[in-house]
């Protein structure tokens, strides 16, 4: 049996350590007993992965030690895998064989690879979501281009991840020079979840570096040279990068807290799931009553609102719904440009990703961080802090101020 620091104190187990469940623990005080399970020992500041392809992020700049994060937190970490939460006993059972019981939970796990069935996609493709995941692409790349002058890649998934993961293998000439690139997507346009501007703007980019675009059909299978779409048609891939979605752990139908007919895990407006009141299912895995994106920043904000509410359930007192902004987004095409939406509205400029890197920054200082634990390349001024926060954080963000700026386009919406 796990054994609690302090038996006296109401416990909570977060199921996951990454923006949600950390962001949870930060706003949870030392009167819980708190532990934050992950099978991995580091954080990981998942919306910069890409930068690694090119080398402008190192590993272990997006990389954090949740021991280290919790401690300083005053609250517990444990490195295991959770294989079921029993919500009718309030017990977590991890696959190490510890059971942890709990007042509240949190599950914040984060999604899984999606492959929507394609045949040798889990062999012959290389997911994109996480540091290791980049670090064993990178390998696979820098062996083929050993080997060969020319590589072909293909990338399955048109939208953020895809587009970003395009624009770091397109950062450098010399590089880029010797890859024949496909980006692949099921649906009509790239990003189809966002404004059309931006699939208009981007596919320029494509015919000034000669990528290759398909559209319209899903991947059917995958080999280790190709990849077979739906309209009979295929695309050659030395290698292949699984950009194309995620999907709710198994674990969430184990445990009862998505059932047939969810696509995610459902919850009130509260975070509470849907199937167990002293249970909050935040970050990807959570689906509120009107779903919203799934974006790092929700996640964050997500977790605070867990934190706030299990306080309040604490005390019985009466919870407080989660009410979600809208709030701009930055999408990084490598060096060659940045994208802000606003709604549908979108900007682009160069000028604009010092905006994500800033994001990177305050986002760590508001999960509790000290400036001690991120990557000394990182380490800038704390009025480069407040000048970017100023400008470009979401709450305070005034768009004629951004379209105001030197290099700055305003993408027109035709329909």
């Given at each position: 049996?796990?054994?609690?620091?302090h038996?006296?104190?109401?416990r909570?187990v977060i199921?996951?350590g990454?923006?949600?469940?950390?962001s949870?623990?930060?706003?949870l005080?030392?009167?819980?007993?708190?532990?934050v399970?992950?099978p991995l020992?580091?954080f990981?500041w998942t919306?910069?992965?890409?930068?690694i392809?090119?080398?402008?992020?190192?590993?272990?700049g997006?990389?954090?030690?949740r021991?280290?994060?919790?401690?300083?937190?005053?609250h517990?970490?444990l490195q295991d895998?959770?294989?079921?939460?029993?919500?009718e006993d309030?017990l977590v059972?991890?696959q190490?064989?510890i059971?942890l019981?709990y007042?509240?939970c949190?599950?914040?796990?984060?999604?899984?690879?999606?492959?929507?069935?394609a045949a040798?996609?889990?062999?012959?493709?290389f997911?994109?979501l996480?540091?290791h995941h980049?670090?064993?692409?990178k390998k696979?790349?820098s062996?083929?281009?050993?080997r060969?002058d020319?590589?072909?890649?293909?990338?399955?998934g048109?939208?953020?991840?895809?587009?970003?993961a395009?624009?770091?293998l397109?950062?450098?000439?010399?590089f880029?020079?010797r890859?024949n690139l496909?980006l692949?997507?099921?649906g009509?346009r790239i990003?189809?979840s966002?404004?059309?501007q931006?699939?208009?703007?981007i596919?320029q980019?494509?015919k000034?570096?000669n990528v290759?675009?398909?559209?319209?059909?899903?991947?059917?299978?995958?080999s280790?040279d190709?990849v077979?779409?739906?309209?009979g048609?295929s695309?050659?891939?030395?290698l292949?990068?699984?950009?194309?979605?995620?999907?709710?752990?198994?674990?969430?139908?184990?445990?009862g807290?998505?059932k047939q007919?969810d696509n995610?895990a459902?919850?009130?407006?509260t975070?509470?799931?849907?199937y167990?009141?002293?249970?909050?299912?935040i970050?990807?895995v959570?689906?509120?009553?009107k779903p919203?994106?799934?974006?790092a920043y929700?996640?964050i904000?997500?977790?605070?609102?867990?934190?706030r509410?299990i306080q309040?359930?604490a005390r019985?007192?009466?919870?407080?719904?989660?009410?979600?902004v809208?709030?701009?987004?930055?999408i990084a095409?490598?060096a060659?440009?940045?994208y802000?939406?606003v709604g549908?509205t979108?900007?682009?400029?160069k000028?604009?990703?010092?905006?994500?890197?800033g994001?990177?920054?305050?986002s760590?200082?508001r999960?509790?961080?000290?400036?001690g634990?991120?990557?000394?390349q990182?380490?800038t001024?704390?009025r480069?802090?407040?000048?970017v926060?100023?400008?470009?954080l979401?709450?305070l963000?005034?768009?004629q101020?951004?379209?105001?700026?030197?290099?700055?386009r305003v993408?027109?919406?035709?329909?």
């Amino acid at each position: 049996m796990w054994q609690f620091v302090h038996r006296n104190r109401q416990r909570v187990v977060i199921v996951g350590g990454n923006f949600a469940g950390l962001s949870a623990a930060s706003k949870l005080s030392r009167r819980f007993d708190v532990t934050v399970i992950d099978p991995l020992q580091n954080f990981e500041w998942t919306p910069n992965i890409h930068e690694i392809l090119s080398g402008v992020k190192s590993e272990n700049g997006l990389l954090l030690s949740r021991s280290k994060i919790l401690q300083r937190l005053g609250h517990q970490f444990l490195q295991d895998s959770v294989s079921n939460i029993s919500i009718e006993d309030n017990l977590v059972h991890t696959q190490a064989g510890i059971q942890l019981p709990y007042d509240y939970c949190v599950v914040a796990t984060g999604g899984e690879r999606q492959t929507y069935g394609a045949a040798g996609a889990e062999e012959n493709s290389f997911p994109f979501l996480a540091v290791h995941h980049i670090r064993a692409i990178k390998k696979r790349l820098s062996t083929l281009l050993d080997r060969q002058d020319k590589v072909n890649v293909a990338i399955v998934g048109g939208g953020v991840s895809g587009v970003e993961a395009l624009g770091e293998l397109l950062r450098h000439d010399p590089f880029h020079a010797r890859l024949n690139l496909t980006l692949v997507e099921a649906g009509a346009r790239i990003l189809p979840s966002l404004p059309h501007q931006l699939d208009t703007d981007i596919r320029q980019y494509f015919k000034k570096y000669n990528v290759a675009l398909s559209l319209g059909a899903a991947v059917t299978s995958l080999s280790t040279d190709e990849v077979e779409l739906s309209n009979g048609s295929s695309v050659a891939a030395d290698l292949t990068i699984w950009a194309a979605g995620v999907k709710p752990p198994e674990l969430l139908v184990r445990s009862g807290l998505l059932k047939q007919g969810d696509n995610w895990a459902p919850t009130k407006q509260t975070l509470q799931s849907q199937y167990a009141d002293n249970v909050f299912v935040i970050g990807d895995v959570g689906e509120l009553p009107k779903p919203i994106r799934k974006q790092a920043y929700f996640a964050i904000e997500m977790g605070e609102s867990a934190a706030r509410n299990i306080q309040l359930l604490a005390r019985s007192r009466p919870l407080k719904c989660f009410k979600p902004v809208n709030k701009p987004m930055l999408i990084a095409f490598g060096a060659i440009d940045t994208y802000l939406v606003v709604g549908n509205t979108v900007v682009a400029g160069k000028v604009l990703a010092a905006a994500k890197e800033g994001i990177f920054q305050l986002s760590m200082f508001r999960l509790g961080l000290p400036l001690g634990f991120i990557d000394t390349q990182f380490n800038t001024s704390l009025r480069f802090f407040t000048s970017v926060k100023r400008i470009f954080l979401p709450e305070l963000l005034s768009l004629q101020k951004i379209k105001s700026l030197k290099g700055v386009r305003v993408l027109t919406s035709n329909p």
